[in-house]
């Protein structure tokens, strides 16, 4: 692990949060996703920092060593982008880059949402920004599509995915959810748990044995209801919050980088959506970049990432 790498926990919106930080510069923040931690970024932290940025790598609410809130309505896009502007208010920082994964990558775009105001430009990998339906929250809309056997499905029930999660050791959950490789949406065959239908499949080149053991450490000490919570506040509390948004456009510069085996990408209609007219024009000031490479993008292919993120860094310096 990096040595240079300064860790310290900050109070914003009401909870502490855990940041990893380097480098001087202007301010950028890294976001990770589920189920994953600062370290997901330990390759970008050098590699911007290296090139005169100041990185701030937090662990989100409810992961590592953040506080972790017990009910699900305190994981809300709200309280995320809240935990943000703390962020941000704590280095004096009126605006920063912004780049996301996963959740940390949905947390990101209505941070700019929100508040475009305090964000120069972002770059979200894996996700793109999704317009609210007017009739019917994203859990259920996924539900119809999938099945009861939908991961987020199945992780609506309190308890019901801790429970399942707890029949592994830690390192064989980090094993199943972070070497995944397939390309279809993740659904269970009937009456399985999707914990037990995950493989744990061999290491790959990108990650080592004590990388994943980092993971399974801090998960073993936090657990996973709070991360499991992220997607219980979708159903309890973001849908109907979000309404004052319906047909809101992100004006921020953005980069989306996404991997063309990344988890439905094809089948789930990914590709033809961020390459449709619709993205296009709730993101109008927009590039998308498709590459070689599954869902941990950051992680699998951490060069090239890092240099996708710098380039456009750089270009919203310039303008």
Known sequence: ?????????????????????????????????FPELWFSWRHQITHLANNGYHVVAPDMRGYGDSDSPLHPSSYT????????????????????????HDWGAVAAWYLCLFRPDRVKGLVSLSVPFYPRSPTSTDVDSMTQMFGDDFYISQFQEPGRAEKAFARYDYLTVMKKFMLISKTEPLVAPPRMEIIDYLQTPPL????????????????????FTGPLNY?????????????????????????????????????????????GDVFKSLVPNLEVVIIDG???????????????????LRKLSIA
């Open 1 to 33: 692990m990096d040595d240079s790498v300064v860790h310290s926990r900050i109070k914003t919106n009401g909870i502490w949060i855990h940041i990893a930080e380097k480098g001087r510069g202007p301010l950028v923040l890294l976001l990770h996703g």
């Open 77 to 100: 896009v709200f309280h995320l982008v809240g935990d943000f502007i703390g962020l941000l208010d704590h280095f004096n920082q009126q605006k920063a880059f912004v780049v996301g």
């Open 204 to 223: 790959p080149l990108w990650i080592s044995e004590e990388e994943l053991q980092f993971y399974a450490d801090k998960f073993q000490d936090s657990g």
């Open 231 to 275: 997607y219980r506040a979708m159903n309890l509390r973001n849908w109907e919050l979000l309404a004052p948004w319906q047909g809101e456009k992100v004006t921020v510069p953005t980069k989306l980088i996404v991997g063309d085996k990344d988890i439905g990408f094809e089948s789930f209609g990914t590709k033809d959506y961020i390459e």
């Open 294 to 312: 599954h869902h941990f993008i950051q992680q699998e292919k951490a060069q090239q990432v890092s240099d996708e993120i710098l380039s456009f």
